[in-house]
């Protein structure tokens, strides 16, 4: 059952084992579902599709020496 975490502060690095990140391909679906989510949870069935589709994409997963790695991917593209 997908969950959701909110968190009140910053975590430091240091306290992470990995980072999770979609896939380049992912953005526009995954923007998608997160202005549908409210609908979806109040039973939208147009906006819960919106939220499956996102959840359709796998999740990356890095460990934390790679961060850099991405931050710097990410700044060429």
């Given at each position: 059952e997908?969950?959701?975490?909110r968190l009140a502060g910053s975590v430091p690095?240091?306290?992470?084992?990995?980072?999770?990140?979609d896939s380049g391909d992912a953005g526009t679906e995954v923007a998608?579902?997160?202005a549908a989510?409210?609908?979806a949870d109040g039973?939208?069935?147009?906006a819960q599709a919106a939220v499956d589709a996102a959840e359709e994409h796998d999740l990356l997963w890095f460990?934390?020496?790679e961060i850099a790695g991405?931050?710097?991917?990410?700044?060429?593209?």
């Open positions: 997908p969950g959701e975490v690095l240091a306290k992470a084992a990995a980072v999770h990140v998608a579902a997160a989510l409210a609908a039973g939208d069935e147009k460990a934390t020496q991405l931050v710097a991917a990410r700044e060429d593209s």
